[in-house]
């Protein structure tokens, strides 16, 4: 059966009692694919039950409603980019490499998962309000500022970088250079006729994000 895009529908399973787990997976997947393309606001749960393996009836019984799913769809995007990060073992690493390291990895991050950047679009449309009934979000987000607090204390006891900093200034400097590439590619395009999604562009983008951010705390 296909659905009203004309896409043909998954094949619906029985066997979800054998397998929960998948089941969940699997309406996550569907939820981010309709929410990235139609936002919360035009994402019906009768279209996200069309792109998924299993009814209607299940995303109700392990998600609840819309907005529960949404911010489940929010808390894995949100999962994805703070579990990169820990992952890139930065304390390991001298304060200005680390910092370069990070830089790099949030630009690359976004420029290959624009979905990502969608919904962080999106969801500022709506004020952030899901984002704030979830706990899990603020926690992943708080490993982020510690984790560039201590690269910069351990760069300022070096000497390397400047004071006067906060962790949120250098999070934010490194989010924005890194997000605008992604999020405003399109009218860039439009306006200016520049491509900022080629890979020439790409690697000079990169290069300066990671001048910039480390001009920003050099002392």
């Known amino acids: 059966m296909a659905n009203r895009e004309g896409k043909r529908a998954p094949a619906r399973s029985n066997s979800w009692t054998q ?3 998948g089941v969940k997976r699997n309406i ?7 929410f990235v393309e139609l936002g919360f606001a035009g994402a019906r749960v009768d279209d996200i039950a069309a792109r998924t393996a299993t009814s209607k009836r299940m995303i109700y019984y392990y998600f609840g ?3 529960s799913l949404y911010v489940a769809v929010l808390e894995e995007a949100y999962s994805g980019i703070r579990g990169h990060e820990q992952h890139l073992d930065l304390l390991a690493m001298p304060p200005r490499e680390a910092l370069a390291r990070l830089a790099g990895e949030t ?8 979905e990502f950047v969608r919904l962080v679009m999106d969801e500022n449309i709506h004020y952030a309000r899901h984002i704030e009934q979830s706990e899990r979000i603020q926690a992943l987000n708080l ?14 006891a070096d000497g390397v970088f400047r004071a006067g900093l906060e962790p949120i200034d250098i999070h934010v400097t490194i989010s924005a250079l890194s997000f605008y590439n992604m999020s405003n590619r399109a009218t ?11 890979t020439d562009a790409l690697e000079k983008r990169r290069a300066q994000v990671i001048d910039t951010v480390l001009r920003f705390v050099t002392a």
């Open 19 to 21: 397998d929960p787990e």
């Open 28 to 34: 996550l997947a569907a939820a981010r694919e309709a």
């Open 65 to 67: 409603d819309k907005r």
């Open 107 to 114: 630009f690359d991050y976004h420029a290959k998962h624009p």
């Open 143 to 156: 490993t982020a500022l510690a984790t560039i607090r201590t690269v910069y204390d351990r760069g300022m």
């Open 188 to 198: 860039i395009r439009a306006l200016f006729g520049h491509d900022m999604g080629s």
